[in-house]
């Protein structure tokens, strides 16, 4: 393997086994990196020449062949292979070879440690923006839905136990409301992303006089992390932030597919679910089993666990670059991955559902009416506490109503006749993605 | 005991000891909790005085006595002894024992379900407040460090071993930018905890025709949570989701006491620290140890445990109220408190050190500047990659130069000689808070 | 405060507010670990009288002296107050103050260091009896349960779906299993606290001429921790794995809690449940909740983050002692008491249900016999994929059948006619607690 | 992708999407399971001949095609290819292509639910005994670290601060005290590993008259795990407490790791590293990294989440198999290769270090004799609180004595006259692995 800081005989020496333990990266990670790093170099390359301090006409040349290589890398032609160390040793070989001498004068002003956080920022931007495009499209599934079963009356459950009347609307609304209420901290940690870390160099900047807030333009970012040091102390911080910031959408996730999961068992049976999202048995042939919320479920718990190692590796650890921060790369990308796919497959899974109204409907027993009993009431003039005492003495005289009548009936924002669709729509529209 | 759900049979059956283990609260808790509540419970009468829902002369004695309530509860006199299982039936049976009948009228329209998670996003909202201000005078603190010895050379490390110059300055501000960088993130989180979720009852609406909005208007709130199963989904949601926005700010004070405990040892002894922040040791006369450094670096740990117990609790929970949600209020309240004080202890340990000079620039050895040598073969006109191979070839022949130049040689933005602490501070000052 | 380091300057710089906020720590965990503390420094006292450190007279009064004060730590007449930074100095100052000069002498071949560790050992070593105890109680009673249930039949599910027949008592006896499988793991957690730790002093041994092996068998321990760095290095290391040694038992609780806050909905409704495990709702007067389950296992998360606190509090520091470890003592002494608090409350639920057998029978629709319809085409002769495909085809044709006949009929080693509780009482008899 | 659970209609219908999303496992992990597959059907189909559910020949035609199938996993010629859902369905199908018929008759008193944990329970059994040979090595490689360099004295530290006189010697078996104290955990994990699960089929048993103490007998397994509700529930709950039982492992890497970047830094410099376990910078030519410990060091922290991971991942779900199972599968087998090769690293990394003995001595200031001249007025009839203050006040006066004669003598079990190596080396001569 051709190691940038290697002179021959080092190469040979590093200990085989321990390269194969601790650098023997997954290729597929620098191989999505590998644009961004690309596009990040560009940048540099451009703004070394116009600052003069490469000359003008191999600023061009190397421009150019750039943005060839970085064709190459988005359609996957260049690609990594195990002999290499990294994507940005690769890339600084095949720019010699492309472009001879030259080349190699891109590679003043930087280091491995900038160049290397520059490429986790440009891709972590990209992969929000990626992310949300999916959460809208999850959004409006969800939005649909409510709308469609807005009036369709459902049980209500505090405790696991039968409480008082809701809606299916009710409670698929309740998800899109808190996925809406995740506006703010997910733009927070896309400004922590779209930031210019180039120039910081290894993590003391350069003597060159080199101009970073033109890279930023370039790289059309909201910000130049000013303090050099500071680069690499946001080094697997605003990977950790990231992953953090779509906890909220990934706890929705869970809970609406532990929903799922219980609503679909034969005990609840309130939906309809299609053979697009259930599975069978190897043994039991009666089983049809809603396998992909189980599993959704399940990953909310190891995306939790990607937050706490990106936590924690970064720890007590002493200022400037230390290797420790190469192993929240993976935790970064595989963590952003489970977003994307989990929206994705809950997504699926919502298009392929639909109502059962009588299952429903039974389950509409007696004592879930009973707040509405102590209500009324409350209405002829007794105190809620008393009220409540007193229906509570004659449970059994609390009948059966109709449910629909009775979800209609409560008007005030939020209540089951008044979801508020249409402001949790508008929030919707005036999200700008 | 005195349960608000009890009739008398049920009160005396429930088992000592289980009530023990599950209900003995930390009467700490809902002591801080009690004024939020009580805050919380005026708007909701005045709310149903207004709406007729109440009398107006039985609406304004309730509200009078809960001002006289708020006040003792805040001055302590009105406080939770270990008979009452929470502040919420405190507060009822106290405020029925002072109004009579009327009082037990203010319980309509409402549930302690929503009244929780009301006092809770209420206490949420004052505390990040609080916060914030111990923030803002951190952020001070570390500027004014920055600015004092912005040009005093200090070693750069990576993979702690000496790399290249670099300056207190530098390393001080470094941390100042990250915590600036929290702005928005903070921000979101002030958010989440700025609504009002009153009115949505046990999770499902109420009968009763109330003014959800003017709930919110009158508790000064930013927004009203409007799907009413939402509330209930929000809670400990909004909890994990507010500490984990503290995360960037207890993360700095990990890294900065970790530096910190490293640089007063022999072996750095980069700053001089007094005796108002150390502490000795009950069997070697010897010693002045930075004990709060270690202690505030071990919080930090301690407080990612309380992340993760958020994060878990309310997972795979079926929706609407569980009994699950009641471990998360100690987590968070417990978090809150661990941000507030670190910040705290951090910025009385800040203001305890001054620097060595003469120790700082003894770490300058003469690798430290090889870098620069090879950036010189550069700027006369070799490309990066051979000059680099050239100064590793002859190492002995770089030598000590003059650290104070050579910091402030380096001018591009966020290099030692500018620092841009002109910018940070802007931004510093532009932080409403 | 009085610190057993201070000269009379040292004490009065310390600042108050950092002292509050580092120092502070919580009295109840001290004076738990008093009795312990005293314990070990008795058999300290005698070992350097016998090894004749200090005079004979003086160390019988000694120990005559700690005897008593370690009774009056037993029954709380001697206690923490908080001008005292820990049970150590009090302890310290107490003997003094008692037997004069004499005590003074007891402070020579031991630190701080040595003697905390000492302490949490044997209380470590203790408070793992006392949980063993009541996880025996906790067997016993799910051994009652598995027999008095053994042939009521119960719905077996998968992915939450009805799936096969099974019984009450392969379910209850099932949790059982586990916790018996635990045995190695929790006695290898003993063996780890069962260690005598003094002697080594602040983590490097000492130049008295001590007899370590003598103080190891006066307190009755397992063995001598013999490398001196290593007794500091084992600081939280063994309260990590003490607290890991015990999720098996958290694990079984949490799963067992939640499968009975499920089958106790009306949807399931599988169990009859004594009003001195549930409770009422504050609005709801319908409702009965099984509180305490969930609560349980809620709190399995919440020790899940002690865990993880314990894991990582203690990383990436530097040997020999540091402040951080004294983080982890409230994490380990309150992850001791989770686990003890939460067997407690489960032996007092599942002491306190009975079955519905009407109930638990009509779950077995047809479709949970049809795997057993598979099976009797293959002892006819048929391949099973073969057969599990014709059923599948036909599973209109599955009908009802005797659910007890059909447990009764399955009689290897662990299927429902022959749960094997006789090899598991066995276990549990030849458990030595 | 066939589906043995299909019939034609549904495997068309399942949404392409969601099943790559949810079920595109990792090939890699089901080519590691594969042979231990195999090695457990092969029991299985022998023991149904046995017990003459099968045809004699057909049983013994199943066991020799399996016989080979065995050895073509194990050399790599059988396996994975993405058109599989998993190694049991390529298995399946493979044998009836090769035996025809008789093939599927193995699939009788069997499910994929029970050969799923019992392939991951063998590899389990076999992957621990592989950890357990390299755990060895190392303590190997670090008892002869700590008998060559015994006698070689080094400053001990506390709070990382200079304390007390220590050696190479007692720090480096330190480390080897508390690995040998984990043989009784490791040995508590091999126990759960080493338990049969087959004919728990999908967790109800089955049918037919199988001999499952047959089946443990052939696997050479310590245990039959009897309940077939228990088999499920410890799906996740061994691979769990496996990954802890080596957490002390990965702790005690973890600090060493740790240890060594710092002694190794300019500022210690105690240590000399071969080139085969150092880097170089790519942009500055005079450095020398321990880049293997930095990297060792941040995986404790990926292990630590792998550990919360499995935790959590199991938490909060109903009896019976769950698809949420699935997803501790990669945390467990990624987690164990963490384990081995952090061992095999970190045996390398020391097997290349020799010690500075300059460096090490020039550590050695007077104040790290401090606590010695405490002790010789001790020894002079002072009490040990009188001298340390005596001392304390004149600390000026502390001279530097010869760190060697010092560690001599100290000669109590466990100083560093006495590092009780012999008792160490016996400890690991008796560990039978």
């Not at 191989?31 to 560009?42: G, H, Q, S």
């Not at 290589?69 to 359609?75: D, K, R």
């Not at 479920?297 to 706490?308: D, E, L, Q, Y």
């Amino acid at each position: 393997m051709s190691k940038i800081w290697a002179s021959g005989k080092d190469e040979e020496s590093f200990n085989n086994r321990l390269h194969e333990i601790c650098f023997k990266t997954n290729l597929d990670y620098d191989n999505l990196l590998m644009p961004f790093d690309i596009e990040a170099l560009i940048a540099h390359g451009e703004m070394l020449g116009e600052c003069q301090l490469i000359p003008r006409e191999e600023a061009i040349a190397i421009a150019t062949t750039m943005r060839k290589m970085l064709q190459e890398a988005q359609n996957g032609t260049l690609k990594m292979s195990p002999e290499w160390e990294d994507c940005h040793s690769l890339i600084e070989a095949e720019l010699i070879k492309r472009v001879g001498e030259a080349g190699k004068k891109l590679y003043m002003a930087r280091s491995r440690n900038d160049q290397v956080v520059s490429a986790t920022r440009l891709y972590g931007r990209k992969k929000i923006a990626t992310i949300l495009s999916h959460l809208k499209v999850f959004m409006e599934t969800l939005l649909e839905f409510s709308k469609e079963y807005e009036m369709v009356p459902m049980a209500g459950y505090t405790h696991t136990q039968r409480a008082m009347p809701a809606s299916v609307g009710m409670w698929a609304s309740s998800f899109l409301e808190i996925l809406l209420n995740q506006k703010e901290t997910i733009e927070a940690a896309y400004t922590l992303n779209d930031v210019n870390v180039l120039g910081s160099a290894a993590g003391f900047g350069t003597a060159f006089k080199i101009d970073r807030e033109l890279v930023t333009k370039k790289l059309g970012l909201g910000k130049t992390q000013i303090n050099s040091m500071s680069c690499q102390l946001s080094r697997g911080q605003v990977e950790c932030q990231t992953l953090q910031a779509f906890w909220g959408v990934m706890f929705v996730i869970n809970r609406l597919a532990n929903d799922l999961v219980w609503m679909t068992s034969a005990e609840f049976d309130f939906f309809k679910v299609s053979k697009a999202v259930t599975t069978g048995s190897s043994i039991m042939p009666n089983k049809r089993n809603l396998d992909p919320c189980e599993i959704l479920r399940g990953r909310f718990h190891i995306f939790n666990g990607h937050i706490a190692e990106a936590q924690s590796v970064i720890a007590n650890l002493f200022s400037g670059y230390n290797s420790d921060y190469q192993e929240s790369k993976p935790v970064f990308m595989e963590g952003l991955e489970l977003i994307q796919t989990s929206l994705e497959a809950m997504n699926i899974v919502i298009s392929n559902i639909t109502i059962k109204e009588d299952k429903l409907k039974a389950a509409f027993s007696p004592d879930i009416f009973a707040t509405d009993v102590v209500n009324r009431h409350v209405l002829q003039g007794n105190s809620f506490r008393d009220a409540y005492q007193e229906v509570k003495r004659n449970l059994e005289a609390v009948t059966v109503e109709d449910p629909l009548e009775n979800i209609k009936s409560k008007t005030h924002l939020g209540a089951t006749g008044n979801l508020g669709l249409k402001q949790l729509e508008n929030r919707l529209r005036n999200w700008q993605f």
